[in-house]
């Protein structure tokens, strides 16, 4: 069956700093990949997807390359805010498919 | 517009009772979606409805659970004879379509206590 694997958190960083988060999948076929955000108190949100190989995902600062070679799904930022503090979400959605498998989550803190 | 709601917000239950969650996706979407976030697990998939199709309740984790839509709109999970281990936040999500492009909005959730 379909799985992902992201790094255990939490995760702090000083402001500025940059930022990645490890995303590795397994899945048949082409899945598309999605990084899900979740802020202090709120429902999730879609930061950002990639729908097939190669194909890079951004929003407000974060990116993500869809790696087929490596399966991975690594979301990166070049300089974190304190606003950025939240639980990250890798997922996935098998191909021809509607149900969003995702990981465990990585709790960011950044600290001014 | 207005995104996803559940009620309630919060649910505390004794261990043995019913409960009722309730979701009311995005106007005009067709897709409906129930997850459940807990700490050991994770979030996991429980069931989908798209449109008037029969739900995939692949998810579900025991014949304890339920769920229903109602013309194509509301819907409602329910848990009987609750456990301690259903405590969880129980997420709904909605989307244009079943279809993996069409983004989930997912609502605030439903933080179950089972005491």
């Known amino acids: 069956g379909n799985s992902v694997t992201q790094m255990e958190g939490p995760v702090t960083l000083s402001e500025e700093a940059f930022l990645t988060i490890n995303c590795t999948y397994t899945a048949t076929g082409y899945p598309s990949l999605f990084w899900y955000v979740q802020y202090p108190g709120e429902g999730l949100q879609l930061l950002l997807k990639a729908t097939k190989a190669d194909d890079k995902g951004s929003n407000k600062g974060f990116e993500a390359t869809y790696r087929k070679e490596t399966t991975s799904f690594h979301l990166e930022k070049g300089s974190v805010q304190v606003s950025d503090s939240a639980v990250y979400f890798c997922?996935?959605?098998?191909?021809?498919?509607?149900?969003?498998?995702f990981g465990k989550g990585t709790k960011l803190s950044v600290i001014p | 517009g207005a995104g996803v709601s559940q009620s309630p917000s919060n649910k505390v239950t004794e261990k043995g009772k019913d409960v009722e969650l309730r979701c009311d996706p995005i106007s005009g979407h067709t897709a409906l979606y129930w997850y459940r976030q807990s700490l050991g697990q994770g979030l996991e998939f429980l069931i989908y409805?798209?449109?008037?199709?029969?739900?995939?309740k692949s998810g579900l984790p025991s014949d304890r659970f339920s769920a229903e839509r109602t013309g194509g709109s509301v819907s409602t999970l329910t848990i009987q004879r609750t456990q301690q281990e259903d405590s969880a936040v129980y997420l709904c999500?909605?989307?244009?379509?079943?279809?993996?492009?069409?983004?989930?909005?997912f609502g605030p959730g439903t933080r179950l206590t089972v005491t």
């Open positions: 999500a909605s989307s244009l379509s079943g279809l993996a492009l069409f983004e989930q909005y």
């Open positions: 997922a996935l959605s098998g191909a021809g498919s509607y149900q969003l498998t």
């Open positions: 409805f798209q449109g008037n199709s029969a739900p995939d």
